[in-house]
């Protein structure tokens, strides 16, 4: 067999696994000749330059890094409204029926399994791979095309004749390749993964496409768009992809009429574990794509596809021990220790208890059975204890009267139900005070995660906030787990820091009451630190949107001595303290207004709920009140929030009219 020969049988080979694999679910080999198998090719390629290929798993790693840059969507990648039994299900399906004028029971749809994944669309031109991109906001995602050149199981090519199509689907981890990722976390010591959609997200988006080919990434598609008009239902489409060599559900059915669909989506949901990836629901869709047109589309979700989401697991396990950590504020929050239980597809060992009057409530003690639930799917939380009929119980649990970390006595505030530690030397709060400098929503210091802060404080190189621009590379490039390419990327991303705007750097300081709309309705009216430091507390009552408690607080930080020590040296050290002056004025649409806003709202994180509001002009309180122009009512709303507007007769507007609301202070309907 000629080495042409045998390269082209080893594609086929490595192809016919991966199908195995990853559709059928029944490995033909173990894992180690299949990795033998890729190693061998790799080693072919690279000794002979003329049996490279584009397509090859081997030619993919070496990408050359994507600068994220925005990327707006041919067409809108919106999201699915949720249905969450049989009977809403079935109340779905009938309103359709009607909005088509057809009967419910002779109406197709495909029914397939809602993967828990990263979406992505990948758009080819004329058969060739031109661009990978993040759903983002659903209309603007983000170009990570590099990264998707490194997926395994994603065509570099289609066929010839192929046109311009765009290909949507999710990116995910399989169960097995996410325990073998954490095993392998785990071997080199490095922070294992919480659960495999998390960890297929991070590993998307890296900015070293070779940290992508290095993670076990897999895509599964299911929806093709092309505008020819040559397929006429949602199956032919999935035929095709599977045709191309994309990975569709193979569980994927054709349901007519409403008792078969709600009969399959609960098939699913009796066999959510059987699947090779994490599953959280069902769509159901209409296989019609005529249908689908004439339904159209609200401005988040289409009318001719729901999901029926499962409900969140609940897990029985054994309470440990209940011990305290301390956050960044010195709020003192008990958590439990748990033996390791799987719940909703992860492996719990810890859970959040939330404070000292809800571990009172639930009466839970170490040694009990413990009910642990992952409340919204994401955050573990013990729900009960179960206790165990004639067995002698532990203790009841107290509160602990020293802090755990500095072993400074911990005071509870009164009319408050946290506690906390009120030593600002606490190393605790020190530590959690840095990563949240670092973090995302403040100076966003990529690579300076918990456990790089905790190291530099171990060995002493950071002490404070301000102490992170004087690392050197070379004193970071002689820790443990550092080089000297990531210990000068490092330095490069704090020194990068400096230019954050004033808004940022308030929030990262962590002024108490201080959240992104007060940051940065401080930062527009002052423009400079110094400026608001200076100002009298007068002034700062006055602004829109920061209010007496917030004044106050503000009024305070900045003429603590060890706060404006802390300021100075920042200065010091290059740090900006300056808010940009806007280059494009945006209409006040909702100025002297008060939006309040619960649930999510399709395409925005909370803190861009309030950034958007607070662009315009208005406020957002946390809070419903007879001066409150409106409620806006998103996905998951707090029931107190909804009672409150009627009871005030606020206004109560549907998250769909949130963009609308923005552009024009209005909207078109108000719900009943």
Known sequence: MTSLERASWLREEIARHNEAYF?????????????????????????????????????????????????????????????????????????????LGRESNELVYAVEPKIDGLALSITYRDGELVSGVTRGDGRVGEDVSANVRTIANIP?????????????????????????????????????????RNAAAGSL??????????????????????????YTSHLETLDQLGRWGFLTARETTREVGAPNVVARSSWFEERRHDFAYDIDGVVIKLDDLADRVRLGTTSRAPRWAIARKFP???????????????????????????????????????ATLHNQDQVAAKDVRVGDFVVVRKAGDVIPEVVRAVVEPGKRRGAVWRFPADCPQCHQPLERRVGESDTYCVNPACPAQLRQQIVHFASRSALDIEGLGEARVAQLLDVGLVQDVADLFTLRAEEIAAL???????????????????????????????????????????????????AMAAAPLEELEAIDGVGSVIAQSVYEYCRDRDNVARLDRLRELGVALREPE???????????????????IEGYT???????????????????????????????????????????????????????????????????
């Not at 289609?158 to 325990?179: K, P, Y």
């Not at 080089?483 to 490092?490: H, I, P, R, T, Y």
């Open 582 to 600: 806007a280059s494009v004025a945006v209409e006040q649409t909702l100025a002297g207004r008060a939006v309040v806003v619960t649930g999510s």
């Open 312 to 350: 969140p697991e609940e897990r029985m396990t054994r309470l440990v021990a209940i011990e305290v950590s301390i956050g960044r504020t010195g709020r003192a929050t008990p958590f439990a220790v748990l033996e390791p239980v799987v719940v909703a597809g992860s492996t719990v060992s810890m």
């Open 156 to 196: 570099a090519r289609l066929e010839s004749g192929a046109g311009l199509v765009e290909v949507r689907g999710e990116v995910f981890l399989a169960r097995e390749d996410f325990e073998e990722l954490n095993r392998r976390q785990r071997r080199e010591g490095a922070k294992e993964f919480a659960n495999p």
């Open 480 to 530: 443990e787990g550092f080089g000297d390419l990531s210990a000068s990327s490092l330095v490069d991303a704090i020194n990068a820091a400096k230019s954050s705007p004033l808004r940022r750097v308030l929030i990262g300081l962590g002024v108490r009451h201080v959240g992104p709309v007060a940051a940065r309705a401080l930062a527009q009216h002052f423009l400079t630190y110094s």
């Open 205 to 230: 988006r890296q900015k070293n496409p070779a940290v992508s080919a290095a993670r076990p990434l897999s895509f599964l598609a299911y929806q093709l768009i092309d505008g020819s008009g040559t």
């Open 23 to 99: 559709v059928d679910d029944a490995p033909l080999i173990p894992d180690g000749d299949y990795d033998a198998l890729v190693r061998e090719l790799r080693e072919l390629e690279l000794n002979h330059r003329e049996l490279r290929s584009d397509d090859s798993v081997t030619g993919r790693v070496g990408a050359r890094a994507s600068l994220f840059a925005e990327v707006r969507h041919r067409e809108p990648m919106l999201s699915l409204d949720n249905v969450f039994d049989g009977e809403e299900l079935t109340q779905w399906l009938h309103r359709v029926a009607r909005a």
């Open 606 to 672: 909370r803190e861009g709920v309030d950034a958007a509001i607070a662009q315009r002009g208005g406020t957002s309180p946390g809070s419903v009140s007879k001066k409150t122009y409106c409620l806006v009512i998103g996905e998951a709303p707090g029931a107190s929030k909804v009672a409150r507007a009627l009871e005030l007769g606020v206004p109560r507007v549907g998250a769909d009219q949130f963009s609308t609301l923005l552009v024009t202070g209005e909207w078109r309907a108000v719900l009943a």
